[in-house]
């Protein structure tokens, strides 16, 4: 059973930067790609961004292209999320997934507890 914890989230105000980490444990972490999605009060969970097992390719939202950067360190068993030039509308929970790939939460098996994000203008 894989097992995924989140930290890094915070208070952060408009365009500064935060890094976002998802240890993962229990499983074979290293196959498998890695996803991070986010989810607003009264809105639905969305994608984020995504890496493949080897760190390439990776995939993002075009509402933060340029903005983050996913990336994945398989000997630490950890993915990261580096957030710049932070908004407002950025503020949600984030989630890290893994057991799966794409862009939609189902098509992922395991997900962590979620850490906050917000951004003040």
């Known amino acids: 059973q894989v097992q995924l914890v989140e930290s890094g989230g915070g208070l952060v105000q408009a365009g500064g930067s935060l890094r976002l980490s998802c240890a993962a444990s229990g499983g074979t972490f290293s196959t498998g790609a890695m996803g991070w999605f986010r989810q607003a009060p009264g809105k639905e969970r969305e994608f984020v961004a995504a890496i493949n097992w080897s760190g390439r390719p990776t995939y993002y939202a075009d509402s933060v292209k340029g903005r983050f950067t996913i990336s994945r360190d398989n000997v630490k068993n950890t993915v990261y999320l580096q957030m710049s030039s932070l908004k407002p509308e950025d503020t949600a929970v984030y989630y890290c997934?893994?057991?799966?790939?794409?862009?939609?939460?189902?098509?992922?098996?395991?997900w962590g507890q979620g850490t906050q994000v917000t951004v003040s203008s």
């Open positions: 997934a893994a057991g799966g790939g794409g862009r939609v939460p189902n098509q992922y098996h395991y």
